[in-house]
Structures are given as structure tokens and as C-alpha cells.
């Protein structure tokens, strides 16, 4: 047994943060607890009790450059006159801190200004070319007499601090991102889908559109999907797509049928750090779903009121665990923490295939507190876009055959960034 240990209180129940309290605070805590000195009161010279915050920044970029910023530090001395050898400590955290670069520094990402406690966060290990860590730790501090010399001991005690749960869901919303694809095949006519044109045919089609003006059967359809702003941790991720076919399509006398082949989601995770005048980035990903339908499984039908929700799919996981190292976004003068949503979709249509994929920059906030939110309830939903109903020219009878048809060229891919968190 060393010559003293930490004990922390517990704290109460905190709602949005699943788990145990003991040893995890928010901004503002109160973080209490005692100090038991296994060493006679008579021995003790001085014992001191200190709070601190600090971030650390490592990133080798042709030598080694290291930064250290305090976020805060609290000493306490209490009396050396306890009889049990307890000595309480009590002391509240900030709500805020300023972490500011070395004045020889570049400037950095964000303006140096107060900002919400940062939360207890590790990135790498202190040898990889990137670390970072931000820790908050009780330091007990003993000077007592030894049997000749006066010893010097310490005991320390790392406490997890996690951003404070936000009352509700008001800043979280959901907002549109779209792609319109064209489709030109003389498989559109209904039993076509394996059908390869002959040279003649080919000819023949070519003088029938002479009188139309040169126009081939197409559709050209709008593929949408509604991607979160923002998220609070623990959250579920409401997201949903939907296709609307646009008046421009023509030549056909009833739309194809689109069928979702797969939808696959993930959580990009984004590092920045900044020492000095060099900066690296590393992004890691989390796979939140990868789901699969056969062929003509999985329909979609033409409108918004059709949409496909993919909220159960992309949340399933997507847990809070104050382990996990998914923190809420957050900004300081050298470490950038940041996220990127990104969907992508497989369609087919009369035996062809689209792959379309978007990325949304996500903000993650504080937990939610209470129980996780329903998507219905939670979203402040961008209304639905107006569609135009299909025109004359829309409903013309297919009267062509494409001639330049490519049957063998792989599928097109897009891919749309949304820059708008």
C-alpha cells in the first residue's frame, strides 16, 4: 500500500450519459472527494491537493515539436489534522477555457477565445507521428518524514470529463442534397431489358427521330437524400432518400422501375493537428451500415412522399460510450476534431446501375439528455421540394431506339460535397 490514495464521490445520476457517474463530470461539476494518508499525522510536513487541465500536441514533421497548453490549476492546502487520516477536497469546474498558442506560433485554426470545457479526448500514442490528448487530473502531493530523510510522494488520479448534455434537439436538422442522372437506353420499352439492337434497327431508329427533331427516349430523374446538420451523441441519424422523376424525361409511356440494390453509410472521422509551423491530418472512418437487396427486391416509387427512410439502418451503430473517442466537435488554437457523413446508393434500372455518393459535414453536439429521441420528433425537416407534374412532352409514346447505347462501360459515379454544415 503507497503512503496515500484518491477517493472520488460519486455523483448522481446524469441523463443522456449511460454508465456509472463515478469519475465522469461535465462542465460546471462539482468534483469532491478525500485523500487517506496511510502515514502518522505526526509525520506529515505539508500536503497539497491540486487540479489541473491540460492538452498536449505531438506531430513529427521533420523533427519532433511538441506543445503543452494548462487549461486550468487549482492547489488546495488542507489542514495536516485529520485523525482518520482523511482530508477532503472539493472544487468546481470551469465552463470554460482558453487555449491559446506560443506566441512564436502561426496562427491557428480558431481565434483564441474562451471556449466550453474541452472533453477528456486521446489520439494516438505519444510515439506515432500524431498525438494529442487533452486530461484533467487530482494530484495529491505528500512531504513527510522518512526514517532518516524526508520523502516526497505523490498519487494522482485521472478524472473523464464529457460535454454536458444538451436539453433538447432544437439545433439539429435535417436538409436536402440531390443528384439528377439521365438515362437514355432502348431498354426503357418494357421487355427490352436484354435487348442489344441490330445495325438496321439501329438505322431505322435513326430516320424515325429525323421528325422528332433528333429526340431519344430518356428519363431524367432526381435522386435526393436528407442528411442531419448536426447530431447529438447517442442520437439515432436521420436520413432518408427518395427519386421524383423530372419533366424533362420523355419518349416513354410509363416510367421504369428503380430499385435500391444497396445503401452503405459511414462516419468519417477527422484530426487535425497544428505545433508550431507544421500540421498533419488523418481521417479514420466508423461503418455505420452496409445494407444489400437482390435485384427487384427493394422498389422505389417515384415521389417524396415515397422516400426510403435509412434512420435504423445508419443509427444501429452509432452508440455514445464516453470511451469510444466520439467527442462532440470542437476547435482549439492547435487540435480540430471534426466529422463527415457519407452515403452512397447503388440503383438499378431496366438492368443498369448507378452508384451516387454524398457527403455531409456533420457537427456533433453534447449528448442528449433523457432518452434518445425519436426522428420524428427531433427533426425540423426542410419541406419538401415542389416537383413539377410531368408535361405533354413527358407522356410522348417511346418512338426511338437509342443508337449509341453502351452496354459494357462500367457505372458513372458522382459525388456531391456539401460544404454547409
Known amino acids: 500500500m503507497g503512503p496515500m490514495e484518491i477517493n472520488l464521490d460519486a455523483k448522481g445520476p446524469l441523463a443522456g450519459i449511460p ?64 485523525a482518520d487520516g482523511k482530508y ?16 512564436s506560433m502561426a496562427p491557428r485554426h480558431v481565434p483564441i477565445a474562451p471556449q466550453s470545457l474541452l472533453p477528456s479526448f486521446t489520439f494516438g500514442l505519444p510515439n506515432d507521428n500524431m498525438f494529442a490528448k487533452v486530461e484533467y487530473q487530482v494530484i495529491a502531493k505528500l512531504v513527510h518524514k522518512g526514517t532518516i530523510f524526508t520523502k516526497r510522494d505523490s498519487e494522482t488520479k485521472t ?25 437514355q437506353t432502348p431498354k426503357l420499352r418494357p421487355g427490352m431489358e436484354h435487348y442489344k439492337p441490330t445495325a438496321m434497327e439501329r438505322l431505322s431508329s435513326f430516320l424515325g427521330n429525323v421528325h422528332q427533331g433528333f429526340q431519344d427516349p430518356k428519363i431524367l430523374v432526381d435522386l435526393g437524400a436528407e442528411l442531419p446538420n448536426s447530431l447529438a451523441l447517442g442520437a ?83 452508440v455514445h460510450d464516453v470511451g469510444n473517442q466520439l467527442v462532440p466537435t470542437f476547435h482549439t488554437a492547435n487540435l480540430k476534431r471534426k466529422y463527415q457523413l457519407d452515403l452512397e446508393i447503388w440503383l438499378e434500372c431496366v438492368g443498369e446501375v448507378w452508384k451516387k455518393t454524398f457527403e455531409r459535414e456533420l457537427v456533433l453536439l453534447p449528448a442528449f439528455v433523457g432518452d434518445a429521441p425519436k426522428p420524428t420528433s427531433t427533426i425540423t425537416a426542410m419541406p419538401p421540394v ?20 453502351a452496354y459494357d462501360a462500367p457505372p458513372p459515379e458522382y459525388t456531391e460535397v456539401q460544404n454547409n454544415p
Open 386 to 405: 415542389p416537383r413539377p407534374i410531368p408535361n405533354e412532352k413527358s407522356m410522348l409514346p417511346m418512338n426511338a431506339i437509342q443508337q449509341d447505347a
Open 236 to 318: 439515432q441519424i436521420p436520413a432518408s432518400i427518395s427519386i421524383n422523376l423530372l419533366p424533362d424525361s420523355h419518349g416513354i409511356e410509363t416510367p421504369p422501375r428503380i430499385y435500391l440494390l444497396k445503401a452503405e453509410a459511414k462516419l468519417q472521422i477527422i484530426t487535425e493537428l497544428a505545433v508550431q509551423t507544421s500540421t498533419k491530418k488523418k481521417m479514420t472512418s466508423m461503418d455505420l451500415c452496409s445494407r444489400g437487396w437482390d435485384s427487384r427486391t427493394m422498389p422505389i416509387e417515384y415521389g417524396y412522399q415515397h422516400k426510403v427512410d435509412l434512420t435504423n439502418w445508419m443509427s444501429e451503430n452509432f
Open 159 to 183: 478524472i473523464n470529463i464529457s460535454a454536458a448534455p444538451i436539453d433538447d434537439l432544437s439545433l439539429v436538422s435535417s436538409s436536402p442534397a440531390s443528384h439528377i442522372f439521365q438515362l
Open 19 to 82: 454508465g456509472s457517474r463515478i469519475n465522469l463530470y461535465v462542465a460546471g461539476d462539482t468534483v469532491s472527494g478525500h485523500v487517506k494518508v496511510h502515514v502518522s499525522r505526526e509525520a506529515i510536513k505539508s500536503l497539497t491537493i491540486e487540479f489541473t487541465g491540460t492538452l498536449q500536441a505531438q506531430v513529427v514533421g521533420g523533427s519532433r515539436l511538441q506543445q503543452k497548453n494548462n487549461l486550468f490549476n487549482f492547489t488546495v492546502s488542507p489542514p495536516t489534522t485529520a
Open 88 to 103: 477532503p477536497f472539493s472544487f468546481q469546474l470551469p465552463g470554460t477555457v482558453v487555449v491559446a498558442p506560443d506566441e
